[in-house]
């Protein structure tokens, strides 16, 4: 079909053109078209001579004729007291044309304004915030991540920058739902992609405080995929045109190990990467083979409770055994360079502290009180003999998830020549062998054993007989495209007939420990009677919160994490005394060091979940000297090398 291209085909073209050139546009004609229309009809009425009444002896000046139609067209009820037939009919005729371009005028108006509305939903003005901290992606983490933020800086109200691909309305619904401290927080959102630079501009990162990247939820199927838009948006981030980022902390996850390096640098080294997969593999693995240990960890990277600070005192050339009873609000347990890089968990007792060394210090705040004591003999302390060796364990894991093989590779290590591992999951044992083969190491000390199934079927457990195992891990599996919601539901179901095979066995002293998505769950996994519950979401959460808030603090966090080196464990507190004579923290600090260990809290064993069995990080300091006498289940938490 012929396209008409004559005359008023171009005309209609250009006027359609001009028009659409916004709102300034759209006015200036309004503007044009009613002068046109004033200057119409004042014509008109000196042709026909009508028009204002002249005054006495006199003709009507120019002016006031242009004025007098000007005025028929901004009201139309002006021209009720026209006198003569002519006269009304030129006056109705502007009237109607001042009807039709004041209708234009308000249409005009109305539309520009919602257009700027629907503008202003979509997010699409610029932050024009200084000071804030801006959250890139979007994922179930965000609710947390912002949660955790603001109680680090429970004294201040900040502003959180959130932008994400996601619509911008559903976003701020969702963090109106699920964000708990919502009156500390001013919250901003914003959609767009992190990857762009004319989106990264409109939420000022350079004028951020610090900058937080997550793995999107979208992405969380494909590790290689997530990280690959984490990568870039570092390589955005640190290479804008618009400028440096200058004191701006950055943390971002990755999802595999190896990304942890290219994202490191395509940030020049600037950003704290951490692998929160693996973090977290090693949470859950570490928490199943010591009861109580998630209420640690939980304690830990929370900001309500005790964490880890870094702080500078003078004690040059004093060695680190000498300093462990001088702090009474806080736990010393290592050190950390301040002019350079480097940590050390558990350092030896006669390490002479140096110039440059601050100290790690486990406590509710980062106003540490230092009262030296004087000197400690720990030649004087004795302790029970016990031989540490790597025990011989036998683990359970149903489900199945990413965090499968670092979980493996770290299993490996903790634990003595003729351990197992059975995995229980849904995936194909041909894909699954496959897999473990070309991501983790072969097992040295380790015997693998496969069941194909769903671990949520009865029939199917009747066959594991579950109860058998001491120690058991539920992943997170989603099984394909299932929802947060949905894996949570299938876990919290292995849990319940976990319980059920352990009632009717009469099986006591299973260590169980469940990988939960959403922290709603929490409550729900519990009643299964179960202790070690690892929201894996929040945990994550909580490990990139505490980065952003002190970035020296990452390497210490991946440190406790890892087989080598000290970690923490909750041992007899027969190691340390002899059961039945009093007592104090105190001496349980020193004979923790005499066993090359670093005390960081007791259990006096209550049976009871609001009491939180019992466990205290950093006993305030009347508890420290106040006497006890330790029974059976009484167990002090330590970092240590080994679980001896």
Not at 406 to 420: C, K, L, Q, T
Not at 518 to 542: F, G, Q, W, Y
């Amino acid at each position: 079909m012929a396209i008409e291209r004559g005359f008023r085909a171009k005309l209609r073209y250009r006027s359609d053109e001009f028009l659409s050139g916004g709102a300034g546009r759209q006015l200036f004609f309004l503007f044009v078209l009613t002068i046109g229309v004033v200057l119409v009809f004042t014509a008109i009425s000196l042709v026909l001579g009508v028009g204002p009444e002249a005054p006495e002896g006199g003709q009507v000046a120019m002016g006031d004729r242009l004025w007098h139609y000007f005025g028929r067209i901004l009201d139309a009820g002006t021209m009720a007291d026209d006198a003569g037939a002519v006269n009304r009919l030129v006056s109705t005729g502007t009237t109607i044309l001042g009807v039709i371009v004041a209708g234009l005028l308000i249409s005009s108006l109305a539309g520009n304004f919602q257009e700027r509305l629907d503008d202003i939903k979509r997010g699409g003005s610029p932050v024009m915030e200084e000071g804030h901290f801006l959250i890139l992606g979007w994922s179930e983490k965000i609710y947390s991540v912002i949660d955790q933020i603001s109680e680090a800086y429970a004294t201040k109200h900040i502003t959180v920058v959130v932008m994400g691909d996601d619509d911008k309305l559903e976003m701020e619904a969702k963090l109106r739902d699920k964000v708990v401290h919502q009156k500390r927080v001013k919250l901003v959102v914003r959609s767009g992609s992190s990857m762009n630079l004319n989106d990264l501009s409109r939420v000022s990162f350079a004028q951020a405080q610090a900058i937080v990247v997550l793995v999107d939820d979208k992405d969380a199927d494909s590790p290689d995929k997530a990280d690959g838009r984490i990568i870039k948006t570092l390589l955005a981030i640190f290479n804008h045109p618009d400028g440096k980022l200058g004191t701006v902390r950055v943390t971002a996850e990755v999802m595999n190990p190896a990304s942890q390096e290219i994202a490191a640098i395509a940030s020049g080294g600037r950003a704290e990467v951490i692998k929160t997969n693996e973090i977290i593999s090693k949470i859950l693995l570490q928490t199943s083979r010591i009861s109580g240990l998630s209420l640690v960890y939980d304690e830990l990277l929370r900001f309500e409770g005790n964490e880890m600070h870094v702080k500078q005192f003078p004690v040059a050339g004093r060695r680190f055994g000498e300093l462990l009873l001088d702090f009474p609000n806080g736990l010393v347990v290592g050190t950390s360079k301040l002019t350079s890089v480097g940590h050390t968990l558990n350092p030896p007792a006669d390490y002479v502290m140096q110039p440059d060394d601050g100290l790690l210090i486990l406590a509710e705040d980062a106003n540490v009180q230092f009262q030296p004591r004087g000197p400690i003999n720990l030649a004087a302390i004795t302790i029970p003999q016990h031989e540490a060796e790597k025990p011989v364990e036998h683990l359970l894991i149903l489900g199945w998830n990413g965090k499968i093989f670092p979980i493996m590779e770290e299993f490996d290590n903790y634990v003595g020549a003729g351990s197992s591992v059975t995995l229980v999951n849904s995936i194909p044992m041909e894909e699954r062998i496959a897999l473990l083969t070309d991501q983790c190491p072969p097992p040295k000390k380790v015997q693998v054993h496969h069941l194909v199934g769903e671990f949520t079927n009865r029939k199917l457990m009747e066959q594991l007989q579950p109860q058998r195992y001491p120690t058991v891990m539920v992943l997170a599996d989603a099984g394909g495209e299932a929802t947060v919601e949905e894996s949570d539901t299938r876990a919290i179901i292995a849990l319940l007939l976990l319980r059920d095979f352990r009632q009717r066995h009469g099986v006591k002293g299973q260590e169980v420990c469940s990988e939960i998505l959403d922290p709603k769950n929490r409550e729900l996994a519990a009643t299964t009677e179960i202790r070690d519950v690892v929201i894996s979401n929040e945990m994550v959460s909580m490990v990139l919160a505490q980065i952003t808030y002190e970035p020296r603090i990452r390497p210490v966090l991946e440190d406790l994490f890892q087989s080598d080196g000290s970690e923490i464990y909750i041992k007899d507190i027969a190691c340390y005394v002899p059961l039945g004579q009093p007592t104090t923290f105190e001496h349980l600090i020193l004979a923790a060091k005499v066993r090359n260990e670093v005390a960081m809290g007791v259990q006096v064993y209550v049976d009871d979940a609001a009491q939180r069995y019992g466990l205290v990080l950093n006993p305030p300091l009347a508890q420290r000297t106040a006497p006890f006498v330790p029974k059976k289940g009484d167990r002090l938490i330590v970092l240590a090398e080994d679980d001896g």
